[in-house]
């Protein structure tokens, strides 16, 4: 297949999938209240992880490919969780694993305030909401018996049990590579601008989209209408 016709079937398969994406996002929002609330969870992770996807930009071939590999990384991340949380049925804990994101996050910004007078005291006016985010940690940590909420399983984990660790090894490890600096950074062969990586890639970010709007599509078929 010629390089024309192959960004023709890329492009193509993109805009399928986000316009169907986008119609089940407006299905999942009008499925929002009390009429079903016995599959509030569901609804509610349906209708978030469609309107993260549409909130992403899709790149082309003409940006850089560290944009294309961010893209794709995400992607695969939203694509390996729907997908784990699907299989596994465990939309009701979607709420503890944002409240322990949440935690951790916190505890990040709580570090500003040592970090700020060690390395940028021109900053330490500046006010680093430190009693506020223990507060609500501590509101967190009330809601949760004192402990931490529990955290989800390692992306690495849910690949391999949704059968997907040859993808996660393979694009999940390599993007790690390629957005981070490391020895590698430093490799001479580390050039990946070239058209050809690009649609390897950009194939990828078609596929991704198109399995998650098929497990979007499955989540919103599952629900009793």
Request: aromatic share 14%.
């Amino acid at each position: 297949m010629s390089f024309e016709l192959l960004d023709q079937n890329i492009n193509r398969r993109i805009t399928i999938s986000r316009n169907k994406i986008s119609k089940l996002y407006e299905q999942f929002e009008q499925m929002l209240g009390v009429q079903y609330y016995e599959q509030a969870h569901k609804i509610t992770f349906g209708f978030l992880v469609s309107e993260y996807v549409l909130k992403l930009k899709i790149p082309s071939k003409t940006v850089d490919s560290d944009t294309i590999f961010l893209c794709g990384r995400r992607l695969l991340e939203v694509f390996i969780i729907l997908k784990y949380i699907t299989q596994t049925n465990t939309f009701s804990k979607m709420m503890e694993y944002c409240q322990r994101d949440r935690y951790d996050y916190l505890e990040g910004c709580n570090a500003r305030v040592i970090a700020d007078e060690k390395f940028f005291p021109a900053l330490k006016d500046l006010d680093n909401y430190a009693l506020e985010n223990k507060q609500e940690q501590a509101e967190i940590l009330k809601q949760y018996e004192g402990k931490k909420p529990k955290a989800m399983e390692t992306m690495k984990a849910m690949a391999t049990a949704i059968g997907y660790e040859e993808e996660y090894n393979y694009f999940y490890k390599f993007t790690s590579k390629i957005l981070h600096f490391c020895p590698f950074s430093l490799n001479g062969d580390a050039y990946f601008e070239h058209v050809v990586h690009k649609r390897v890639f950009l194939i990828r970010l078609a596929k991704y989209l198109e399995e998650i709007e098929k497990e979007l599509e499955n989540i919103y078929q599952s629900i009793p209408k």
